[in-house]
């Protein structure tokens, strides 16, 4: 599975943006897709994941309200909307897949790994 992001970019605090994931190669099902994220000097950290019929979504608290995480399976494709950016989500975000059913948080159970994508937020 190949894994291409996209959708990063430049925004004001307060602002939106939505990431686009797409997936090639093997079929998509029944991988978990999350979105991870590695700030400068930081370790990566979990933003959100989704089961592969979006039945279980898992968020990190820090995005709670604000991120949402969408798949468009025919297109194998999954989305990250983010709303009401803070400077604090400035970081690298990276799409990942997880073959298996149920959603970890564990970025090391992760299989497939996107080139990134940056997300500036100014204040």
């Known amino acids: 599975v190949q894994l291409q992001a996209s959708g990063g970019g430049l925004v004001q605090a307060g602002g939106s943006l939505r990431l686009s994931c797409a997936a090639s190669g093997r079929t998509f099902s029944p991988y978990v897709m999350g979105w991870f994220r590695q700030a400068p000097g930081k370790e990566r950290e979990f933003v959100v994941a989704?089961?592969?019929?979006?039945?279980?979504?898992v968020y990190a608290d820090s995005v709670k309200g604000r991120f949402t995480i969408s798949r468009d399976n025919a297109k194998n494709t999954v989305y990250l909307q983010m709303n009401s950016l803070k400077p604090e989500d400035t970081a690298v975000y990276y799409c990942?897949?997880?073959?298996?059913?149920?959603?970890?948080?564990?970025?090391?159970?992760?299989?497939?790994w996107g080139q990134g994508t940056q997300v500036t937020v100014s204040s």
């Open positions: 989704s089961s592969w019929s979006g039945g279980q979504i």
């Open positions: 990942a897949a997880h073959r298996a059913l149920v959603v970890t948080t564990s970025f090391d159970e992760y299989d497939y």
